[in-house]
């Protein structure tokens, strides 16, 4: 032994741990081998006494594990090292100990040896222990958790070891259908659980060396032997210390069943479907998306990308638009894939249209779709031809038509619905009821729309809407899946239907009255001749009502005779089985006591498809014709007899107006035999002729009207002329069809010869009273003339404020203007008499209210009333609403008349009362009472002669004897009457009556407007008079010069009067009209061509005071017109009115 190696003994010797070289031969490694060293710390671990003992203990003994022991010597065997082999020992006394052992082979002493050493490892083990042992309680208290888990489990759960079960936990035993898991556990093997065909075919599986899935799906077998759907989830884990199977199972019945009806759903969809996972990769998809974007051969393989698939499709030529660019299209078609948008059209090589969408879904794949839309576009296009068609069949509708949303507001208008109601579609588009008709109308409008929405259905009504009658019927729109988007409506005129629909039940009506009341005999039966109806006159020959027959057949009603319902019946049968009318003619009706002739028709009545529907019939009373018959036969004989003896004669056209009757009398006058007349016309017979009467008559013939009085005459052969009068009628038919005319004629030569002769006479009068006319005109524009001196200069000095006259002068004065006035009276008095029986009195005939007319003439006569101490009363209060239908001016002129007699032939201190009442016959009577001298009986008949004054001719009440008879004349022309009663010097009473006017009043306004004087106020501007009459000159020269500033030149021809004209320049011209030479018309219409006298105005003064005379005048273009005599506050009035100056 080597100095080293004796050291390095000496440290193992001393070495804490167990250190042992073993010595072994080639073919012997175990440890039992020869003990070459050993030190004192293996010798105590081993519990020896000492080395020797140690020696000769057999070590096998020592291991408790045999195998461990047998390892170790592998390890030896092979030369290999031992790290930290842990092995339980036992120690010579028995006790076990717990060794971790390491070896290395060396040599020594030179031979193969190996070193090992131990450690004592028994308290790091017993630590081990006793951890192990806290941990498996914990284990305990876990696994009695996990336990717990599992069984509340709601999968099932199976532990198994080779199939054999160890757990099962309670869900699993409810899947397979047994009662608990212990009945499960006592399965001898686990195959049971899985159906045959999936136990093969992971068994075949194992023996073929391949993997079975932890996860997989699988048929279950339930207990009952039926099948489920379930997932399973297998895993290894440690079971009471050794090596078992957890298997976790769960029921997929329903989610398989939906993954099947999924998958049959996507199958059988009509669109093409195709998904893609993240990774863009096919997953599933349907024969729709191979079909159409493949072909029919093509094979889809999941897991293909869709990049892939689409450059397949354009590889293919199914992409025709990808032709020449197929890199570019791909590279667009992939950007629009991964970035899906809108979807899309693409049009495939066969024409079809595919609308294609992508969708991406929460966990980035996408969802393809595709549908073939090319009947659907094929079908829009369709469609809008189709509503192009629409629009202008709505357009061309004669009634209204629009389309309306769920919130009633206007879609749609047709034309016509724009043109009834003057709208526009643009206008009133998206606009409601109430939008459209504010107020109550739009209200019950918008009602009745969402009355149609609510109940979706159609509702019909009917509407007044400005005048007319809407027939409006109002409908729910549903779209193509059901949805309700609106309402429809279409409106109907039916105002002219609504009005035809009244005529016919007021026709109805009056047919049902017509038969009710009609006095003949009317019934309608059905086919089987049952009563229907019956009128009241056939109802009362039995005394019975219509409720009787109605329904019953004559055989059926009692008190129809036998022989009576026989005839019925067989006449009855004979309309029905032929359908033509018959008609019956019968004498008395059974029980009838009085003899009575029946006319009777019955009838086939028909529907619109003339089908016999029933039997009508009438019977009528003839029994007055049959009598009226015999009676115009009687007629008839006494008619001929009659025309043979007569004056006149008698004649007779036919239909063609072709003569056909003459009596004998017509020879006698005219000279012409009947003969020779009968059957032509008029032309053919040269009764024709020219003049107007003729044709009238003959155009009165053409159109069958009646005619009178046609008057005609013949010469005859001894050159006498006689005349003839002729009526006729025409003659028509039952039918209302003409058949000619029958008239009568007359010799009328005597009256003819009178009218001539009586004719001759009148145009001799009437060429009298136009002489008349023309000389009281004459004599009116003479009488006036010097009048208007008298009367005018009489004004002049009454009113002379510089040379104020005498009492004596002013009596004088009073006279002259009296008797001035009195003879202007007379001449219009004269001329209104004239005009009267001349025919020529204009009337005005309006609505006159009679107290104003009353009112104005009470100023007229108070002045001579108070000078005679006369009262005037009246009931003027029940005149106030009195209106009469007059010519204002004639009434006022009667109104005076009478009222200025009343007081000019009263008494002193008289009394003058005036009354108005009504008549029954519609007219007002006004009433002037006196208590005057009176009228004795014998001159009443003389009152309303002319010129007749009874007597007061001699006395101081001046008149002219004319005044009543003008005053007559008038009232009766007007429509009125007048009146008197009257005893002699008891008073009179003269009354005159007028009609009243019904509904004037209402017309009647207030006026206070009274006629007041003009007054003389200052003027400024000069006049030219023309005037042939010096004393006019002077007079018109006098009143000028008492205006202040008012100037007048003057001259006596219409030739000098237009040269001053143009010298002077007046501001306004007076003008005489019968002047030397140019009257006053042709002066006026030089005047209006003048420059300087354009707008100057011209008045006119004459003597020519006819109501025509001044109407002439202002036509001609006179400012005013104004008569002589003169009245000075009337020429002041004109001339301040044409300079401007308020009056």
């Known amino acids: 032994m080597k100095d080293d190696d004796t050291k390095n003994f000496e440290i193992l010797e001393n070495s804490p741990m167990g250190v042992a070289v073993v010595s072994h031969a080639d073919t012997d490694t175990r440890l039992t081998g020869e003990r070459l060293f050993i030190n004192d710390a293996l010798v105590k671990m081993y519990g020896a006494t000492s080395r020797e003992n140690f020696q000769n203990a057999e070590i096998a003994k020592s291991w408790v594990d045999l195998k461990q022991l047998r390892a170790v010597e592998e390890v030896m065997k092979r030369r290999e090292d031992l790290v930290d082999f842990e092995a339980r020992q036992r120690r010579i006394d028995g006790t076990e100990w717990w060794v971790s052992m390491n070896s290395r082979p060396i040599q020594f002493g030179g031979r193969d040896c190996t070193m090992i050493w131990h450690f004592d490892i028994t308290r790091r083990k017993q630590a081990e222990l006793d951890l192990q042992k806290s941990r498996d309680e914990v284990q305990m208290r876990v696994e009695k958790r996990f336990s717990s888990l599992l069984d509340g489990s709601n999968q099932g759960i199976l532990i198994h070891r080779n199939r054999v079960p160890l757990y099962a936990n309670p869900m699993l035993a409810e899947m397979y259908g047994y009662s608990s898991p212990e009945e499960i556990m006592a399965l001898e093997s686990t195959e049971v659980l899985t159906h045959p065909s999936y136990e093969r075919g992971t068994h075949e599986l194992r023996i073929n060396g391949e993997d079975v899935a932890a996860d997989f799906q699988t048929k279950g077998l339930r207990k009952d032997g039926s099948e489920f759907w379930e997932e399973r989830r297998s895993f290894t884990l440690d079971w009471e210390g050794e090596p078992a199977v957890c298997s976790m199972r769960l029921d ?53 990308s869709f990049e892939d698939l689409f450059r397949d499709r354009v590889a293919s030529g199914l992409v025709p638009s990808a032709a020449g660019r197929e890199e570019d299209f791909i590279k667009e078609r992939m950007e629009h894939h991964n970035n899906p948008g809108e979807p899309f059209i693409n049009m495939h090589a066969d024409g079809t249209c595919i609308l294609i969408n992508e969708e991406k879904t929460p966990d980035g794949g996408t969802v393809f779709t595709s549908h073939d839309i090319t009947d659907q576009r094929n079908t829009e296009e369709a469609m809008r031809v189709s509503e192009a068609r629409l629009k202008n069949i709505l357009d061309n509708s004669p009634t209204p038509i629009y389309f309306k949303d769920t919130e009633s507001r206007i879609q749609l208008v047709n034309r016509q619905f724009e043109e009834t109601y003057g709208v526009r579609w643009e206008d009133i588009k998206g606009k409601s009821p109430v939008d459209m008709y504010p107020g109550e109308k739009g209200e019950r409008f918008l ?36 949805e309700l988007i609106g309402l429809g409506g279409v409106e109907m005129d039916i105002t002219e239907r609504k009005q035809a629909e009244k005529k016919v039940q007021d026709s109805e009506a009056q047919f049902r009255a017509f038969i ?17 109806l019956a009128n009241k006159a056939y109802t009362d020959v039995f005394g019975r009502n219509e409720e009787e027959f109605v329904g019953k057949k004559s055989s059926e009603l009692s008190w129809v005779s036998k022989e009576a319902v026989e005839t019925n019946e067989q006449a009855d049968g004979k309309v029905l089985e032929h359908g033509e009318t018959i008609r019956l003619e019968r004498v008395n009706d059974p029980g009838e006591i009085t003899e009575s002739h029946w006319n009777i028709t019955k009838f086939p009545v028909a529907n619109e498809l003339g089908e016999i529907t029933g039997i009508g019939g009438i019977a009528i009373d003839v029994t007055e014709k049959k009598k009226a018959e015999l009676l115009l036969q009687l007629s008839e004989n006494r008619f001929r007899d009659y025309g043979t003896i007569a004056s006149d004669w008698f004649w007779e056209m036919d239909k063609n107006l072709r003569f056909s009757y003459f009596s004998n009398r017509f020879a006698d006058i005219s000279g012409i035999s009947p003969n020779d007349l009968l059957g032509k016309t008029r032309r053919d017979s040269g009764l024709d002729g020219n003049d107007d009467a003729v044709m009238q008559n003959i155009a009165d013939l053409k159109a069958h009207r009646p005619f009178r009085d046609f008057e005609h005459s013949r010469t005859l052969p001894d050159g006498h002329t006689v005349y003839m009068s002729t009526s006729g009628v025409p003659v028509f038919d039952a039918d209302g069809e003409f058949q000619g005319y029958r008239g009568t004629g007359r010799d009328v030569t005597e009256q003819k010869v009178a009218e001539i002769v009586l004719d001759q006479a009148k145009q001799e009068a009437d060429e009298a009273n136009r002489a008349k006319s023309d000389f009281l005109s004459s004599m009116s524009h003479e009488l006036r003339t010097p009048l208007n001196a008298i009367l005018g200069f009489s004004q002049l000095l009454a009113t002379d404020p510089d040379s104020p006259l005498s009492e004596a002068q002013k009596i004088s004065l009073n006279y002259i203007s009296k008797g001035g006035h009195h003879l202007l009276v007379l001449i219009d008095d004269v001329l209104d ?35 005679r101490g006369i009262t005037i009363t009246s009931n003027s209060s029940a005149s106030e609403k009195l209106v009469v239908r007059a010519d204002h001016t004639r009434f006022k002129q009667i109104f005076l008349n009478l009222l200025s007699n009343a007081v000019k032939y009263n008494k002193k201190n008289g009394t003058v009362s005036v009354s108005f009442d009504r008549t029954p016959e519609g007219m007002l009577r006004t009433s002037i009472q006196d208590t005057g001298i009176g009228i004795s009986k014998k001159n009443h008949k003389e009152l309303f002669k002319p010129f007749n004054r009874l007597g007061q001719e001699t006395t101081e009440t001046e008149g002219t004897g004319i005044g009543l008879v003008v005053t007559k004349q008038l009232v009766t022309e007007m429509g009125g009457n007048i009146g008197f009663e009257s005893k002699a010097h008891k008073g009179s009473t003269f009354w005159f009556e007028l009609p009243l006017s019904e509904d004037a009043m209402s017309k009647v306004k207030t006026s206070d407007q009274e006629n007041e004087a003009i007054k003389i106020k200052e003027l400024s501007g000069k006049v030219l008079y023309v005037e042939d009459n010096p004393a006019n000159l002077d007079l018109m020269e006098m009143i000028i010069s008492r205006v202040e500033d008012l100037s007048m030149i003057s001259t006596h021809t219409a030739e000098l009067g237009l040269d001053l004209a143009k010298l002077e320049n007046p501001d306004v011209i007076i003008m005489d009209i019968n002047l030397p030479g140019m009257d006053g018309f042709e002066a006026l219409a030089k005047l ?34 104004l008569t002589k005599p003169v009245d000075i506050n009337a020429v002041l009035g004109a001339i301040k009115s044409a300079l401007g100056t308020p009056a």
């Open 252 to 304: 997929i019945t329903k989610k398989k069943e939906t993954e099947d009806q999924f998958y049959n759903a996507v199958q059988s969809l009509s669109e093409g479907f195709a998904y893609f996972n993240s990774d863009d990769h096919l997953v599933i998809w349907n024969e729709q998306f191979r079909k159409r974007h493949f072909g029919q051969n093509k094979t889809l393989e999941p897991g293909i």
């Open 516 to 532: 009710e009341n009609s006095p003949a005999r009317i019934i309608l039966k059905d086919t089987n001749q049952r009563y229907l």
């Open 447 to 482: 009602e009745f729309d969402m009355e149609v929405l609510k109940q979706q259905e159609t509702i019909k009504q009917e509407e007044e809407i400005d005048g007319k009658t809407y027939a409006t019927s109002k409908f729910p729109v549903f779209d193509i899946d059901g």
């Open 833 to 867: 008499l004239a005009k009267i029986e001349s025919g020529k009195v204009e009337y005005s005939i309006e609505d006159v209210v009679v107290d104003r007319v009353y009112k104005d003439c009470l100023p007229l006569v108070d002045v001579k009333a108070k000078e």
């Open 1088 to 1121: 209006r061509v003048m420059n300087c006298t354009l707008k100057t105005p011209v008045i006119a003064l004459s003597a020519n005071a006819t109501k025509r005379d001044i109407a002439v005048g202002h036509e001609a273009g006179f400012y005013d017109y």
